[in-house]
């Protein structure tokens, strides 16, 4: 089945520095992948659609330039959440389907989640 | 873009007991989707539907697509602590419903 691994699964960070989550797909090439955050006892909020070989398109109200995504290749899709300051501490994880097959009978898989603390 | 509107937002039964959580849209969806999180995880895939008036069931768990794919249900039927989770729908732009924390008391 659909493998998605996502480093690293938990982070502390001082206040002011770069953090960068990596989210691959093991066993298949995944054209698309989406990128949440998660409050504690929230829902999954959806930051941005990440696509292979251009830009991450971002939800509204998500800055661009402080949550930055690069999706260089069909398996690996990072974000990076720069200047990290302690309203950023969250639940992130990331998801991708098989392409040409959308969610179909298999759904999209999740990553594990990184669970990032700045302090 | 499209909202998806899920209630309850918690659910607390006995175990055997019935569980129904409801999602709601404003818009019409291609397709509606379903998926578990289990406290400290990740969202697990369930099922998807795709057509009006679709209803599909995995042992215990009855999924329904409404007639005008406005809305849906999850249905589980004699609930096991083994349900405990949250339950979230997602549209067909793959933006989450609030999601159903379900507890369950042995």
């Known amino acids: 089945g659909a493998v998605v691994s996502q480093h690293p699964s938990w982070v502390i960070c001082k206040s002011g520095t770069s953090v960068k989550i990596e989210c691959r797909s093991l066993d298949f090439q995944a054209t698309t992948m989406f990128w949440y955050r998660q409050f504690p006892k929230q829902s999954l909020m959806l930051m941005a659609t990440?696509?292979?070989?251009?830009?991450?398109?971002?939800e509204q109200g998500v800055e661009k330039d402080k949550f930055l995504i690069n999706h260089a290749s069909l398996t690996l899709s990072t974000l990076t959440v720069t200047s990290a300051h302690p309203e950023d501490s969250s639940f992130y994880i990331c998801?991708?389907?098989?392409?040409?097959?959308?969610?179909?009978?298999?759904?999209?898989?999740f990553g594990s989640g990184t669970r990032l603390t700045v302090v | 873009g499209q909202q998806v509107m899920q209630i309850p937002q918690y659910q607390h039964v006995q175990e055997g007991e019935d569980f129904t959580t409801y999602c709601n849209s404003s818009?019409?969806?291609?397709?509606i989707q379903w998926y578990k999180q289990r406290p400290g995880g990740h969202p697990v895939f369930l099922i998807q539907?795709?057509?009006?008036?679709e209803v599909k069931k995995q042992k215990r768990l009855t999924f329904q697509f409404g007639e005008a794919k406005k809305n849906s249900s999850l249905h589980i039927t004699a609930t096991q602590t083994t349900d405990v989770g949250t339950y979230f729908c997602v549209g067909n732009d793959m933006r989450f419903g609030a999601g159903t924390r379900l507890t369950v008391k042995p």
């Open positions: 998801s991708a389907s098989r392409p040409g097959q959308g969610a179909s009978n298999y759904g999209y898989t």
């Open positions: 990440s696509n292979e070989g251009s830009k991450a398109t971002y």
């Open positions: 539907l795709v057509k009006s008036g």
């Open positions: 818009t019409t969806l291609s397709n």
